[in-house]
T-cell receptor
Framework: DVKVTQSSRYLVKRTGEKVFLECVQD?????MFWYRQDPGLGLRLIYF???????EKGDIPEGYSVSREKKERFSLILESASTNQTSMYLC????????????FGSGTRLTVV | TQLLEQSPQFLSIQEGENLTVYCNSS?????LQWYRQEPGEGPVLLVT?????EVKKLKRLTFQFGDARKDSSLHITAAQTGDTGLYLC???????????FGQGTRLTINP
């Protein structure tokens, strides 16, 4: 069964900590995405990558960075976590283009205290 | 900027009733997808439509892509409590690598 795996379902971190969210896919997809999902705001794209070592900013990249050293792994980094980064984080992957759709992970609910 | 607007944002109905959710845009999309997200989980792709006027059925769910490829609808017949969830539409454009998502419709089916 093909899937996208996010390393943690729930995380609690302190303000100022450096936080790593990991995402691994086993479908050999070129494209990978990080979204955050907040009530009333929908899905907002943080960063995406269409190839190893390639990245592009999404709609809300401030306060985040990403790393894609291997095709199957896409990491989201919060350099210095803040309370306004408390959210549900969703990783997704897809083949080039989007006609076949995204496969999403189960999400990481991050709470910054 | 391409936008997708979903309506209604919230819908609560009784089991057995029918319902329709709408996804509208002023932009033309090359494909339109529908996802369902259950609490605490990621969205799951239900269907992709690519041709104007296309209709696809998934058991009690009927999806339609507008003739002009600017809008779509999701119709559920005889809703069941298992249909409860957040329904997201997403539009894709030729050559673009990322989708545009609607804000979602939160559907609650009461027993």
């Amino acid at each position: 069964d093909v899937k996208v795996t996010q390393s943690s379902r729930y995380l609690v971190k302190r303000t100022g900590e450096k936080v790593f969210l990991e995402c691994v896919q086993d479908m050999d997809h070129e494209n990978m995405f990080w979204y955050r999902q907040d009530p009333g705001l929908g899905l907002r794209l943080i960063y995406f990558s269409y190839d190893v070592k390639m990245k592009e900013k999404g709609d809300i990249p401030e306060g985040y960075s990403v790393s894609r050293e291997k095709k199957e792994r896409f990491s989201l980094i919060l350099e210095s976590a803040s309370t306004n980064q408390t959210s549900m984080y969703l990783c997704a992957s897809s083949l080039p283009g989007q006609v076949r759709g995204y496969t999403f992970g189960s999400g990481t609910r991050l709470t910054v205290v | 900027t391409q936008l997708l607007e979903q309506s209604p944002q919230f819908l609560s109905i009784q089991e057995g009733e029918n319902l329709t959710v709408y996804c509208n845009s002023s932009s033309v999309f090359s494909s339109l997808q529908w996802y369902r997200q259950e609490p605490g989980e990621g969205p799951v792709l239900l269907v992709t439509v690519v041709t104007g006027g296309e209709v696809k059925k998934l058991k009690r769910l009927t999806f339609q892509f507008g003739d002009a490829r600017k809008d779509s609808s999701l119709h559920i017949t005889a809703a069941q409590t298992g249909d409860t969830g957040l329904y997201l539409c997403a539009g894709g454009s030729q050559g673009a690598q990322k989708l545009v998502f609607g804000q979602g419709t939160r559907l609650t089916i009461n027993p």
